[in-house]
């Protein structure tokens, strides 16, 4: 991205923006990549979030899944192939046409989604104590704001505790 000239204050503030998301979103990873090694060695970052769409917004169609993914479905196929051989998710037959497949999440994937999650929200609260609380002021509604412009269900702390 190109940047801004300093008397273009829209635009660099967008680069501006842009710079720390992207600076914050390699910490994220970090601690997603963490969390998920500990619980579960047979999956990848990628078929984590298959699981987390799955498990946030309930059973889907692989096209569903490809397009929530940004991935063809093929690559979807083998996706759900796997994570099915782990016993993580389940194909069925759509209710409404026995030529689709839905997949869904199995308890093992709940269990599994539940358990990065709780560890994930651990690690970034240990970081967000750390930050001063005046920095701390507004962020819960600044990164609500991106993720729904990112079009991602909010996270809940009563739905993804384990146990619940």
Not at 13 to 26: Q, Y
Not at 32 to 46: C, E, G, H, N, Y
Not at 103 to 124: F, H, M, Y
């Amino acid at each position: 991205m190109p940047r801004t000239k300093a008397g273009d204050n829209g635009a660099a503030d967008v680069d501006a923006v842009t710079d720390a998301v992207l600076t914050a979103s390699r910490l994220l990873v970090a601690i997603s990549a963490r969390s998920i090694s500990a619980v579960a060695d047979t999956i990848t970052l990628p078929q984590f979030r298959l699981l987390v769409i799955l498990h946030s917004r309930g059973p889907l169609k692989h096209a569903a899944l490809a397009e929530q993914l940004g991935v063809n479905p093929s690559t979807v196929s083998r996706m759900v192939d796997r994570l099915a051989a782990v016993g993580m998710v389940n194909r069925q037959a759509s209710p409404t046409s026995r030529r689709e497949i839905v997949v869904e999440l199995t308890a093992d994937g709940d269990r599994v989604v539940r358990q990065v999650t709780a560890r994930r929200r651990s690690e970034i609260a240990k970081i967000v104590t750390k930050m001063p609380v005046h920095a701390r002021q507004g962020l819960v509604e600044v990164l609500a704001a991106f993720a729904e412009a990112g079009e991602e269900p909010p996270a809940s702390t009563a739905f993804d505790v384990i146990g619940t």
